[in-house]
């Protein structure tokens, strides 16, 4: 079992709808990070958070310490949002992976 | 600002030849880190660095070797190249440990025949 699992792996929607992306982790952790990957392109990332929530602009990350969780949610997608999601945990002097979400935002 | 600049984009090699990947960072990081992407699965951390002249192995190191004789480069050599190798790989830097993101490169696509 790997240590980050996210869900789901592949996700289609429409222009306009309230996405969510999952993550469990099972380690210890000092931080979770979401990060967005685009076909061809590099990684950047979207937050950093140890605990409660952020938001920047269509983006919203939630962690639950306590459940080892954390979810991305996206308002109002576009087809821009089009892109993998990443969802990464820091234990100790590395950053360990989940597999990604594809999301596919369609016109 | 550069930030990390990762060379070449794309490269075919064949089975038992060597390359290197470059990876440069213009932040003044401290932290360096090559990860390996394969389809369907996260980054896996192949070897890091905390600082110049301080190298280590990560998670799948086998058939890599790196060298960090300053704060900005951190190469990735291949010396054999075997088809498991087939990959993307990433370069990614961190001004320090816990606490801190990374900046990643825009990745190498190398493929192995």
């Known amino acids: 079992k790997n240590e980050v699992e996210q869900s789901p792996q592949n996700l289609t929607a429409q222009e306009g709808e309230f996405i969510t992306i999952n993550c469990s982790y099972s380690?210890?952790?000092?931080?979770l990070h979401w990060l967005q990957q685009h076909p061809g392109g590099g990684i950047v990332s979207l937050f950093m958070?140890?605990?409660g929530k952020k938001k920047h602009g269509r983006l919203i990350a939630t962690i639950n310490i306590q459940e080892k969780h954390s979810s991305l949610h996206i308002t109002a997608s576009h087809p821009r949002d089009s892109a993998v999601y990443i969802c990464a945990v820091r234990a100790s002097n590395d950053m360990r992976f989940g597999a990604g979400t594809r999301l596919t935002v369609k016109p | 600002n550069a930030g990390v600049t990762q060379t070449p984009k794309f490269r075919i090699l064949k089975i038992g030849q060597s390359m290197t990947l470059q990876c440069t960072q213009d932040m003044n990081h401290n932290y360096m880190y090559w990860y390996r992407q394969d389809p369907g699965m996260g980054l896996k951390l192949i070897y890091y660095s905390v600082g110049a002249g301080i190298t280590d192995k990560g998670e799948v190191p086998n058939g890599y070797n790196v060298s960090r004789s300053t704060t900005e480069d951190f190469p990735l050599r291949l010396e054999l190249a075997a088809p498991s190798q087939t990959s993307v790989y990433f370069c990614?830097?961190?001004?320090?440990?816990?606490?801190?993101?990374?900046?990643f490169g825009s990745g190498t696509r190398l493929t192995v025949v």
């Open positions: 990614a830097s961190s001004p320090g440990g816990s606490g801190y993101g990374y900046t």
């Open positions: 958070l140890s605990s």
């Open positions: 380690v210890g952790i000092s931080a």
